[in-house]
Every structure is written in structure tokens, then in C-alpha cells.
């Protein structure tokens, strides 16, 4: 029996796995409730559906021996392996444990990670991967020395701006060593030497240390995500054991984790979904490989202080907008496109977006590149990221908060201009504006005359009340508007929100309100206009009906594509309300 099964899976096997040669001797698979070999079989069927059914169905078996699950997980082939891992409440033991280590390194972790980073290529880099870089490898006095000689500067200068981080807590150097991976992993090049020359073995050994340390997980979790937009290192990563590890980070209820672990398996999919999401571009819906049809994408764009997930978050302080990275997940509310939307919209495909904003220059995590900050600079580096997450592929609805809108106009007035992104712009369906400075913010002026002591970043210095750029852009908006006959949808806040120690008005109602679309005042804070306080919220009611007005129905987009293989009339008839008609939250 046993030797016939051994013969069967040494016919399965075609991918390599890690090795299990240190494995327990395991036990004959009861196949009472299921037969693994053929699911097995049919998941490497030439018929999506097969595939699809196959994998669903070993995915929902439960109650196996530990051994069963190890003999199935040795026979499953990179598709089937990641199909797996991409289904819901499917069980870790799918996914073969890490081998151990060869031998006992006595080399100290801190001392590993500081020689892979002095591995890495230390000419061409950016400012800022270049700052982190340098600011890890002074963790000690012994590094600062080296340094004084010429041993760890890049390209022979020296940077005088590092400040030396010796005798720093342990973890906290090691935040410094992967914050300079996530820098350098998302330049192919070095995501090559950071393979090659051990990095996910020190990945894998720093998570096995530090099982409780969340700010840490998402570090490497992010690392991973970067590492895995290349398909050629799919397999090392695989290899290396680090399914089973994300797997269980994406049922982590904290949830920067578990998006960090979803987007680092969507990107071991990349074959089979065709999409790649690049470092900050997050899919919240759908979580797993199969859901029901996608008819259109909805994108999620925070705005200043904001988060890819605080800023959308059920009602909260103003407090906790700001960090995403908080690892005290005990009061803090659900994010709500992540939980109602989804379930209210499940044919739709919701995105959200991350990207680093300051109101000073003083509180940057680096204090180069401030040129990439500016609206026309991330405008552009959005559109290249959403476009490899195939965003203009099918119609586009956009909701976004502050600045995000501003971000949001100038990349569709990008788009529209260029002949190789003029997709995304024609299949947008609709713009929501949560609170966007139109014609600037008041937190602009204020940060003005602080400004010796503020140091205004480049952010708050575009959102000057009236600048000539925003009239300019808003106008170009319009003008988009009118062409595309593009609804719209905005909110305005009606309470102040207090700014260090002032209360005002971050956008004032002349600023909020675009002069086009419907319009709604709230009866809230900035930082509150865009987090709901129940589901049947009147904002998110507002919100929801605006969504199933303008995205496609599944069954209209089938009729369409079948009927005319074009894309289906997006904009119907509305009625539009009294311009400055409100309500409350």
C-alpha cells in the first residue's frame, strides 16, 4: 500500500518543493470524504472550471492527519500550491513547514543582515533607499568606524546626514534593516542579490524569533510582496516555505498584515490572474482566487495623514488616522469597503491605495526626495502601479478623501493626455470626493505662518487657498468632466477638526464643493466625512446607490460584451438634488 502510494506521488511531483527527506514517516490518507489523487490530477486539467472545482474541493477538506496534508503538500504543484493558499479558511497544514537551517549559524542575525546589506549594489540608488540603507549599516560603533574609512559609503561620498544608531535596541535595528529591504526589493536587480545571497533564510529565521513583534511581520511581509512581482523568484520564495507563513498572516485579524500576506500571494497568482500589485497597491475585494464575476473596479485614494486602511475605517478619532502601522488593533473599527462594500458589491473589485504624506518636513521618514512627492510626481508613479494591477482594463469608479482627489484629477487629466494611459481615463465611471481642497486648504495657510517652525512639506505647500496649479487642474477637470459626461459625487464637513492647537476648517464648503455633480454637507470633522457611522449611514447609503448606478450590472456587462464586444453606456440619466442639499452622518 505504501509503496504503490510512494510510486503514485513520485508521478505528481513535478515542481520542486522543499525537502522532505527530514519529515516523520507518514501514514496511508484516508480518503473517506475525498480522493486527493484525482482532485490532485484535475487541478492540472487544461479546463479552467476543473481546475477551479478541484482546487475549491481539497481546499474545503478538514480533519486530515497532520500527515495526510504533508503527503498532499509534496504533490501539489506550483498552480494548485497557490491556488490553495488563495482560498478561504483553507488549512495552513496544505503547505510544507521551512526545512531547517543546514547548520547552526553562530554568526549573530544582526551581523547577517548587516553583511547582506552591505552585499547589495550601493551606486544608482535613489536618495531614499540610499538614506535607509546607509542609516542600518551605522547600527554600531564598529559599522561607524568602518564607515569613517570609506568601507561603507556609496559611491565613494560619504553621507554625513546619518546619524550613528549604536547601542539601539535590538528590534529596533532590525526595523532599520528591513525598512531598507522593502527599498531594495523593489528594484529587480537587487531583489536578485537579496535571493542569492540568503535573504529569505534570514527573513524566515528573524519571523521564527519575533512571532509577536506585528510591526516586524509587516516589514517582511512587505518585502516578500516586492520580491514576488517577479515571476522568476516565485520558486525561491516557495522553496524557502513562506506559503504556509503567509497563509497564516492573512488570517491575522491586523490588517496592514493580513493585506501585506494577501497581496504577496495575489503576486505568487500573477500567471494565473495577470495582474501584479506593486508596493502600495492593496486589493481588498476579492480576497481569494475565485468570487463572482468582476464587472468593475473601485479605488480607494486616501488623502494627507491618511492610510490605505485608517482612512477608510468605520467612524474613528482623529488620533488614529494617522498610522496605518499601529499594531493596538483593540479599538480600533473595521475598514468598511474591506467588509460592507464587499458584501454589498461583490461583483465589484475594490483597491485601495498607500503612498507617504506630511505636513512637515521635520516628521519624514526620509528627508530626500521631495520632488516625488509632489501631486504631478506620484501622479505618475500611481498610474505606471495601477496600470500592472490592470486598473483600466474594465470600468473605474474612484472614492477619495483630501488630497486624494486632487491626486486623483491629476492622474485622469495624465491619462487622458497620453496616448498609452488614455484607457483608464475613458473606462473611469465616476469620481466620489470626500472633502477634496478644490481650491486649497485652510491647513495650508497655517502651516504658512508656522512655517519657520513647521518646515511645511511639499504637500502642504500645494494646497495653498487659491494657487494658480490648482485652478489650473481643476479647470482641466472640468473640462474631462464635460467631455466624458462623468458623474460626480462629493461631501463636504460641517465641524471643525482640531490642528494642533487650533480648530478650523481643513476644507471649507467653497473648497469642497467642485461646482459640478451632486453635492452633500456632513455634519462632521475632516478627518470623520469619510468613515460612516453604521452601515445604513446615509453617507454610505449615498455612496452605495452611487456605485450601482454607475458600474455595470454582471448581467448588463455580459449582454453588452456578447451583443457588441464594446463597452457597456456607463453614464445614465440622473436627477440631480439642490446643489447644497445635506444631511447628517
Same mark, same amino acid.
Given at each position: 500500500?505504501?509503496?504503490?502510494?510512494?510510486?503514485?506521488?513520485?508521478?505528481?511531483?513535478?515542481?520542486?518543493?522543499? #525537502?522532505?527527506?527530514?519529515?516523520?514517516?507518514?501514514?496511508?490518507?484516508?480518503?473517506?470524504?475525498?480522493?486527493?489523487?484525482?482532485?490532485?490530477?484535475?487541478?492540472?486539467?487544461?479546463?479552467?472550471?476543473?481546475?477551479? !472545482?478541484?482546487?475549491?474541493s481539497?481546499?474545503?477538506?478538514?480533519?486530515?492527519?497532520?500527515?495526510?496534508?504533508?503527503?498532499?503538500?509534496? &504533490?501539489?504543484?506550483?498552480?494548485?500550491l497557490? +491556488?490553495?493558499?488563495?482560498?478561504?479558511? *483553507?488549512?495552513?497544514?496544505?503547505?510544507?513547514?521551512?526545512?531547517?537551517?543546514?547548520?547552526?549559524?553562530?554568526?549573530?542575525? *544582526?551581523?547577517?543582515?548587516?553583511?547582506?546589506? +552591505?552585499? !547589495?549594489?550601493?551606486?544608482?540608488?535613489?536618495?531614499?533607499?540610499?538614506?535607509?540603507?546607509?542609516?542600518?549599516?551605522?547600527?554600531?560603533?564598529?559599522?561607524?568606524?568602518d564607515?569613517?574609512?570609506?568601507?561603507?559609503?556609496? +559611491?565613494?561620498?560619504?553621507?554625513?546626514?546619518?546619524? #550613528?544608531?549604536?547601542?539601539?535596541p535590538?528590534?529596533?535595528?532590525?526595523?532599520?534593516?528591513?525598512m531598507? !529591504?522593502?527599498?531594495?526589493?523593489?528594484?529587480?536587480?537587487?531583489?536578485?542579490?537579496?535571493?542569492?545571497?540568503?535573504?529569505?533564510?534570514?527573513?524566515?529565521?528573524?519571523?521564527?524569533?519575533?512571532?509577536h513583534?506585528?510591526?516586524? @511581520?509587516?516589514?517582511m511581509?512587505?518585502?516578500?510582496?516586492?520580491?514576488?512581482?517577479?515571476?522568476?523568484?516565485?520558486?525561491?520564495?516557495?522553496?524557502?516555505?513562506?506559503?504556509?507563513?503567509?497563509?497564516?498572516?492573512?488570517?491575522?485579524?491586523?490588517?496592514?498584515?493580513?493585506?501585506?500576506?494577501?497581496?504577496?500571494?495575489?503576486?505568487?497568482?500573477? !500567471?494565473?490572474?495577470?495582474?501584479?500589485?506593486?508596493?502600495?497597491?492593496?486589493?481588498?475585494?476579492?480576497?481569494?482566487?475565485?468570487?463572482?464575476?468582476?464587472?468593475?473596479?473601485?479605488?480607494?485614494?486616501? +488623502?494627507?495623514?491618511?492610510?490605505?486602511?485608517?482612512?477608510?475605517? @468605520?467612524?474613528?478619532?482623529?488620533?488614529?488616522?494617522?498610522?496605518?502601522? $499601529?499594531?493596538?488593533?483593540?479599538?480600533?473599527?473595521?475598514?468598511?469597503?474591506?467588509?460592507?462594500?464587499?458584501?454589498?458589491?461583490?461583483?465589484?473589485?475594490?483597491?485601495?491605495?498607500?503612498?507617504?504624506?506630511?505636513?512637515?518636513?521635520?516628521?519624514?521618514?526620509?528627508?530626500?526626495?521631495?520632488?516625488?512627492?509632489?501631486?504631478?510626481?506620484?501622479?505618475?508613479?500611481?498610474?505606471?502601479?495601477?496600470?500592472?494591477?490592470?486598473?483600466?482594463?474594465?470600468?473605474?469608479?474612484?472614492?477619495?478623501?483630501?488630497?486624494?482627489?486632487?491626486?486623483?484629477?491629476?492622474?485622469?487629466?495624465?491619462?487622458?493626455? $497620453?496616448k498609452?494611459?488614455?484607457?483608464?481615463?475613458?473606462?473611469?465611471?465616476?469620481?466620489?470626493?470626500?472633502?477634496?481642497?478644490?481650491?486649497?486648504?485652510?491647513?495650508?495657510a497655517?502651516?504658512? @505662518?508656522?512655517?519657520?517652525?513647521?518646515?511645511?512639506?511639499?504637500?502642504?505647500?500645494?494646497?495653498?487657498?487659491? &494657487? $494658480?496649479?490648482?485652478?489650473?487642474?481643476?479647470?482641466?477637470?472640468?473640462?474631462? *468632466?464635460?467631455?466624458?459626461?462623468?458623474?460626480?459625487?462629493?461631501?463636504?464637513?460641517?465641524?471643525?477638526?482640531?490642528? &494642533?492647537?487650533?480648530?478650523?476648517?481643513?476644507?471649507?464648503?467653497t473648497?469642497?464643493?467642485?461646482?459640478?455633480?451632486?453635492?452633500?454637507?456632513?455634519?462632521?470633522?475632516?478627518?470623520?466625512?469619510?468613515?460612516?457611522?453604521?452601515?445604513?449611514?446615509?453617507?454610505?447609503? &449615498?455612496?452605495?446607490?452611487?456605485?450601482?448606478?454607475?458600474?455595470?450590472?454582471?448581467?448588463?456587462a455580459?449582454?453588452?460584451?456578447?451583443?457588441?464586444q464594446?463597452?457597456?453606456?456607463?453614464?445614465?440619466?440622473?436627477?440631480?438634488?439642490?446643489?447644497?442639499?445635506?444631511?447628517?452622518?
Amino acid at each position: 500500500m505504501v509503496t504503490n502510494m510512494k510510486n503514485t506521488l513520485e508521478n505528481i511531483i513535478e515542481d520542486k518543493h522543499p #525537502s522532505t527527506s527530514w519529515l516523520p514517516f507518514w501514514v496511508p490518507l484516508d480518503t473517506s470524504t475525498a480522493n486527493p489523487w484525482r482532485l490532485l490530477q484535475k487541478a492540472k486539467s487544461d479546463k479552467p472550471y476543473d481546475r477551479q !472545482l478541484a482546487i475549491s474541493s481539497l481546499a474545503n477538506v478538514h480533519g486530515w492527519h497532520d500527515a495526510d496534508y504533508q503527503v498532499v503538500a509534496q &504533490a501539489c504543484d506550483q498552480n494548485t500550491l497557490i +491556488g490553495l493558499a488563495r482560498s478561504p479558511d *483553507v488549512d495552513s497544514r496544505f503547505f510544507l513547514p521551512p526545512p531547517p537551517p543546514v547548520q547552526e549559524n553562530k554568526v549573530n542575525l *544582526v551581523e547577517r543582515f548587516r553583511h547582506l546589506l +552591505g552585499s !547589495l549594489p550601493k551606486s544608482g540608488l535613489d536618495a531614499c533607499t540610499e538614506y535607509f540603507t546607509k542609516t542600518a549599516l551605522l547600527g554600531d560603533d564598529a559599522a561607524q568606524a568602518d564607515d569613517q574609512s570609506g568601507a561603507l559609503c556609496f +559611491g565613494g561620498n560619504s553621507l554625513s546626514f546619518v546619524s #550613528s544608531l549604536s547601542r539601539v535596541p535590538t528590534e529596533r535595528a532590525e526595523r532599520f534593516y528591513l525598512m531598507s !529591504l522593502i527599498n531594495h526589493s523593489e528594484i529587480e536587480t537587487h531583489a536578485e542579490d537579496i535571493i542569492s545571497n540568503g535573504g529569505l533564510q534570514l527573513l524566515m529565521e528573524l519571523q521564527q524569533r519575533r512571532p509577536h513583534s506585528l510591526q516586524l @511581520q509587516c516589514y517582511m511581509a512587505q518585502v516578500l510582496s516586492n520580491l514576488a512581482v517577479y515571476t522568476r523568484f516565485h520558486q525561491n520564495i516557495i522553496q524557502a516555505g513562506f506559503v504556509r507563513v503567509l497563509v497564516n498572516w492573512v488570517k491575522s485579524k491586523h490588517i496592514p498584515l493580513q493585506m501585506e500576506a494577501s497581496r504577496a500571494l495575489a503576486n505568487l497568482d500573477s !500567471l494565473h490572474t495577470g495582474n501584479v500589485f506593486r508596493n502600495g497597491i492593496y486589493q481588498l475585494h476579492p480576497q481569494y482566487r475565485y468570487s463572482d464575476e468582476v464587472v468593475a473596479d473601485v479605488v480607494f485614494v486616501h +488623502g494627507l495623514l491618511g492610510g490605505a486602511f485608517h482612512s477608510w475605517r @468605520q467612524r474613528a478619532s482623529a488620533k488614529e488616522e494617522t498610522s496605518d502601522t $499601529s499594531t493596538n488593533d483593540k479599538d480600533l473599527t473595521p475598514c468598511w469597503p474591506k467588509t460592507w462594500l464587499a458584501e454589498d458589491c461583490p461583483h465589484l473589485r475594490i483597491i485601495t491605495v498607500a503612498y507617504e504624506t506630511q505636513v512637515s518636513e521635520w516628521t519624514s521618514s526620509c528627508p530626500y526626495g521631495q520632488e516625488k512627492r509632489s501631486l504631478a510626481a506620484r501622479s505618475q508613479e500611481l498610474l505606471k502601479k495601477l496600470e500592472k494591477a490592470g486598473i483600466g482594463q474594465r470600468p473605474v469608479i474612484w472614492v477619495t478623501h483630501s488630497m486624494g482627489g486632487l491626486l486623483v484629477k491629476q492622474m485622469l487629466i495624465d491619462a487622458w493626455q $497620453s496616448k498609452k494611459q488614455q484607457s483608464l481615463a475613458s473606462k473611469t465611471a465616476g469620481v466620489v470626493f470626500y472633502s477634496t481642497p478644490h481650491q486649497g486648504s485652510a491647513i495650508a495657510a497655517y502651516s504658512q @505662518q508656522a512655517s519657520y517652525l513647521l518646515y511645511p512639506s511639499v504637500e502642504v505647500a500645494e494646497l495653498q487657498q487659491g &494657487a $494658480s496649479s490648482l485652478r489650473h487642474l481643476h479647470g482641466q477637470f472640468r473640462a474631462f *468632466v464635460q467631455t466624458f459626461g462623468l458623474p460626480v459625487l462629493s461631501f463636504g464637513e460641517m465641524q471643525p477638526t482640531e490642528v &494642533a492647537l487650533l480648530k478650523l476648517f481643513v476644507v471649507p464648503m467653497t473648497s469642497a464643493h467642485p461646482g459640478f455633480g451632486d453635492f452633500y454637507m456632513l455634519d462632521t470633522n475632516h478627518f470623520g466625512v469619510c468613515k460612516p457611522t453604521s452601515h445604513s449611514s446615509p453617507v454610505y447609503q &449615498a455612496l452605495l446607490k452611487f456605485l450601482n448606478r454607475h458600474a455595470p450590472s454582471p448581467l448588463h456587462a455580459k449582454i453588452a460584451e456578447i451583443l457588441t464586444q464594446q463597452p457597456m453606456n456607463k453614464h445614465l440619466d440622473t436627477i440631480d438634488p439642490p446643489p447644497f442639499a445635506g444631511f447628517d452622518q
